[in-house]
Antibody, heavy 123, light 113 residues
Framework: EVQLVEFGGDLVQPGRSLRLSCAASGFTFDDHAMHWVRQAPGKGLEWVSVISWNSGSIGYADSVKGRFTISRDNAKNSLYLQMNSLRGEDTALYYC????????????????WGRGTLVTVSS | DIVMTQSPDSLAVSLGERATINCKSSQSVFYSSNNKNFLAWYQQKPGQPPKLLIYWASTRESGVPDRFSGSGSGTDFTLTISSLQAEDVAVYYCQQYYVAPYTFGQGTKLEIK
């Protein structure tokens, strides 16, 4: 079964850091680009970041650029999101998602999603 | 950034009737070199992650019922549910993947009338 499981979400104070992880199983992880997408409580979807299969290409939303860093470890079938200088507006459910394209570079449409991990930024 | 605007924000349709959701992009998401529109549709039911329904504007994802169809080109797109079923109650999002950041529409909430 193709599966993505996110973890690492927590309640954190503004200005602090947090690292999210996503464990992938059931598919060849290093065949696919991977994304993070977030959803603030009661709001819509916001694309956050993408990383190609070999980490050679990376992209970020303007809202997180310079504060968040995406990375992956293909040997561990894992995706990460290092979040620094957290703000209240970063409060959201963070989803890990698989890029449907099989070339390893990102196509941008997402065919497998995890259930998300909740990040709450509040003092 | 490409802005995606969906209409309406919410929609109530009777069971068995047609539901139509529109999505407009602030610039064309059609790539002439491969003749494809870089547009996807997702369904999100309460308490669940989004589910991919349609990509390349009109290609149905495997396992998606054929009552779901996508159409349009350039900047104007439509998701149609030909005969609404109770399990189709959800929020629907369009997304452009023509260029990063891969922006989503604000969502359309579909309910039963």
């Amino acid at each position: 079964e193709v599966q993505l499981v996110e973890f690492g979400g927590d309640l954190v104070q503004p200005g602090r850091s947090l690292r999210l992880s996503c464990a992938a199983s059931g598919f060849t992880f290093d065949d696919h680009a991977m994304h993070w997408v977030r959803q603030a409580p009661g709001k819509g979807l916001e694309w956050v970041s993408v990383i190609s299969w070999n980490s050679g290409s990376i992209g970020y939303a303007d809202s997180v650029k310079g504060r968040f860093t995406i990375s992956r470890d293909n040997a561990k079938n894992s995706l990460y999101l290092q979040m620094n200088s957290l703000r209240g507006e970063d409060t959201a459910l963070y989803y890990c998602a698989k890029d449907k394209g099989a070339s390893g570079d990102f196509t941008g449409y997402l065919d497998v999603w995890g259930r998300g991990t909740l990040v709450t930024v509040s003092s | 950034d490409i802005v995606m605007t969906q209409s309406p924000d919410s929609l109530a349709v009777s069971l068995g009737e047609r539901a139509t959701i529109n999505c407009k992009s602030s610039q064309s998401v059609f790539y002439s070199s491969n003749n494809k529109n870089f547009l996807a549709w997702y369904q999100q039911k309460p308490g669940q992650p989004p589910k991919l329904l349609i990509y390349w504007a009109s290609t149905r994802e495997s396992g998606v019922p054929d009552r779901f169809s996508g159409s349009g080109s350039g900047t104007d797109f439509t998701l149609t549910i030909s005969s609404l079923q109770a399990e189709d109650v959800a929020v629907y999002y369009c997304q452009q993947y023509y260029v990063a950041p891969y922006t989503f529409g604000q969502g359309t909430k579909l309910e039963i009338k």
